[in-house]
């Protein structure tokens, strides 16, 4: 009898305790939010006796059907990222979903100063993917969300997948809260981040910014971003045009569809450290205007894939330049290779000045091995 | 209960909260070696199984208390099992305090810990209180219903793993590597509920094969878990996180199903064997010392060995207190589990010497 008491009282306890009594919510009181965007306050102000430092913007789309707007965009602004969300409770009168984020944009001026601040924030909040996007963008980010693209259902599911598929359809990095966390910890490593623009009514890519640890210090355009890309050997499939010239007169003009892959290997005499970086291109020829039938001209084909090879090593060779040169960081995560090998020595000085002393090689080997339905 | 049993329950007393956090303390000081020193600090708990076996073996028609009682006397020897008790009750209020709280942080943070806390006792003393067999079966159970989850670390590993987090081996130095693999060897503690579990096994002569085999099907795992988590996160960024292998979960959007971290925390919230096991064991001792009728009193001193530990869990403040106190609590855990067999070795000794002089 005792035991079956006791049966019971546990049952009852754990659907009572177990069922979330405490954080059961209606799912129709909560606001799904899919995108949200910050930086820093502009205005000023004292909150609580503190001075404002964040502005937190959120897009939800509207899931009520009988309403005119189909996205509600709200702005807070805070002593903190997460202390911006007291604002909240004002003008919202749901309560937010944090875990359904897919997207955080953080305006240029709060990539200046450092993302580590409000990474905090997000990387403490067990309810948030840490596999939400990434992006910077010119000028303030909040700014952007009031964009609203015409053939899409929200600006958030647009983001989204524009970050989310740019990689099957260029050589552009998709960097994650959990990428730029651990490029920004992680000593011989600096991460990138993809910078959004506004460009007449619609939001598009522009280019890759270089980060130092978390502070963003330069950017490359969507023409550095390929070689970057390619160097930092992020795993992609895109289009790359060629142009072949003989004796000064042009004699093809084409585009492969590749992937990309990369091999490293570091050797050191003694201080000097040099790296040859092999990057390998694999896929098909879609498109060249010479009419010449490849079987019947076999060299033809060695020829496309001798030009893209050069293309692309001269950009490579041109950015790890402008990188030892200008940038000064290590953004195209090879400093990972000499750790591999002498950790304990390079650990603590990676971060400082190896970049620019190493010697940096690059060769290109490009495969062609389909030629689409012509030959 | 069979040899096979016990494996089992070796098993899940050894993996419950720890497996969440083991990549932390592993890489604190050897860095990229962390598995290294994982792999290493799993000899502690075979050393402590060998050193109950050839003591068990010396004994094989007594229990502990029996045991306990002949070696040292009738108070020492009582005063060594309620030592042992005490230890064990320890041991399960450490368990549910550190499941409640990362349960609150992950899937329930209104819940007050109490409630939680008091959940996870009163499943554990239902648990327990069905004997060692039911209890060892349910290990076994829950060691299937476990296993695929062991498979979630493939997609981590293909997508955003660095191997080069991992090199160069052997670099962070003898000494790093060894002062991880005594911290690690501390999360392989508890094994000392074997003084206790192994008279109850009817085939006392698979003992060892069986613990063996299941100290090897915790270790391997925790080496990988801890591998794959240095190669995800590289061994500075993982001392932040208080579970490493949710935040590895956490960092990749699986396909489908996505937040893998909660769905395996939904699963992990009947882990906590080890709080039913260290339950059982320090019950049936108690009801044994005391001389008490199981049937009849042997829920009764589990409802009180339950309550202890209850509100010896309430202790800690937060969870900063419940990982302090965690830590040192975990350095019992050697203490005892090499103490007590090398203890009663030694009296074991005197006691044949003292014989055969008469």
């Known amino acids: ?375 | 209960m069979t040899s096979k049993q016990i494996g089992f329950m070796i098993l899940g007393t050894l993996v419950g909260i720890n497996f969440l956090t083991i990549p932390r303390t592993a890489s604190e000081w050897a860095q990229q070696d962390a598995w290294i020193a994982v792999l290493i600090g799993a000899l502690l708990p075979l050393v402590v199984l060998v050193l109950i076996e050839r003591l068990g073996r010396q004994f094989p028609e007594m229990d502990f208390i029996q045991m306990s009682q002949f070696l040292f006397g009738k108070i020492a020897g009582s005063v060594l099992v309620i030592l042992l008790c005490f230890h064990m009750i320890i041991g399960v209020a450490r368990e549910i305090a550190r499941f409640a709280y990362v349960e609150s942080t992950f899937l329930l943070p209104a819940t007050p810990i109490w409630a939680i806390s008091l959940l996870i006792l009163l499943v554990s003393l239902y648990v327990a209180g069905q004997g060692a067999q039911v209890v060892a079966r349910i290990n076994e159970l829950l060691f299937y219903l476990y296993l695929p989850a062991f498979f979630l670390i493939v997609y981590p590993l293909m997508t955003v793993a660095d191997y080069t987090y991992l090199l160069p081996v052997g670099g962070s130095g003898i000494g790093s590597i060894a002062r991880s693999a005594f911290d690690v060897s501390l999360y392989f503690g508890r094994m000392e509920f074997l003084m206790v579990a192994y008279f109850m096994v009817t085939r006392k002569d698979e003992v060892l094969k069986a613990g063996a085999v299941a100290l090897v099907a915790v270790a391997v795992p925790y080496m990988l878990f801890t591998a794959v988590c240095v190669m995800v996160f590289g061994a500075e960024d993982l001392q932040d996180q208080i579970t490493p292998i949710l935040a590895m979960f956490k960092s990749v959007a699986y396909p489908i199903l996505e937040r893998m971290d909660l769905l395996f925390m939904v699963a992990w919230s009947v882990a906590f064997r080890p709080a039913f096991n260290l339950l059982c064991m320090s019950g049936y001792s108690l009801t044994r010392l005391l001389n008490l009728q199981k049937r009849k009193h042997y829920l009764m001193i589990l409802t009180v060995s339950g309550t202890a530990a209850y509100l010896l869990s309430s202790i800690p403040r937060n969870i900063v207190d419940v990982i302090i106190y965690s830590n040192w609590q975990g350095f019992t855990h050697p203490i005892v589990g090499l103490g007590y067999p090398l203890l009663y070795h030694l009296a074991a000794r005197i006691r044949g010497g003292q014989k055969q002089n008469v």
């Open chain 1, 1 to 375: 009898m005792f035991k079956k008491i006791s049966l019971i009282l546990i049952i009852l306890t754990a659907i009572t305790t177990g069922s979330g009594c405490w954080d059961a919510q209606d799912i129709a009181e909560r606001s799904v939010v899919v995108l949200g965007a910050v930086d820093l306050n502009q205005e000023g102000g004292i909150q609580f006796g503190k001075p404002v430092q964040y502005d937190a913007t959120i897009l939800m789309p509207n899931l009520y059907t009988d309403t005119a707007e189909k996205v509600r965009i709200a702005r807070v602004s805070g002593v903190s990222l997460s202390g911006s969300r007291d604002q909240r409770a004002y003008i919202n009168p749901q309560t937010i979903l944090t875990s359904m984020i897919r997207v955080y944009l953080f305006g240029e001026s709060m990539s200046i100063s450092g993302l580590a601040p409000v990474l905090d924030s997000l990387l403490r909040n067990p309810l948030l993917s840490n596999s939400v996007y990434m992006a910077t963008t010119e000028g303030q980010a909040g700014d952007m969300i009031t964009v609203q693209p015409p053939d899409f259902p929200d600006l958030g599911i647009y983001i989204i997948d524009l970050l989310r598929k740019v990689n099957d359809k260029s050589f552009f990095p998709v960097i994650t809260l959990h990428d730029f966390r651990v490029q920004s910890a992680s000593p011989g490593k600096n991460p990138v981040l993809p910078i959004l623009r506004v460009d007449a009514g619609e939001v598009k890519i522009s280019g890759l910014g270089i980060f130092r640890k978390d502070k963003l210090i330069d950017r490359v355009g969507l023409d550095g971003a390929r070689p970057l890309t390619l160097l930092r050997g992020v795993k992609c499939k895109g289009y790359i045009p060629f142009v072949i010239t003989r004796e000064g007169e042009e004699v093809d003009r084409g585009t492969v569809f590749v992937g990309n892959g990369r091999k490293v290997r570091v050797e050191r005499q003694g201080d000097q450290y040099t790296f040859n970086i092999t990057i390998t291109l694999k896929g098909q020829l879609i498109e060249h205007e010479n009419p010449v039938i490849l079987t019947r001209n076999r060299e033809f084909l060695s020829m496309i894939e001798a030009q893209v090879a050069a293309d692309i090593e001269s950009e490579c060779q041109t950015l790890i330049d402008t990188m030892q040169e200008e940038f000064k960081v290590d953004c195209i995560d090879i400093s990972k290779y000499a750790l591999a090998k002498w950790r304990s020595e390079l650990e603590d000085t990676v971060d400082e000045g190896f970049i620019e002393r190493a010697n940096i090689n690059v060769d290109v080997k490009v495969h062609i091995g389909n030629t689409g339905d012509l030959i």
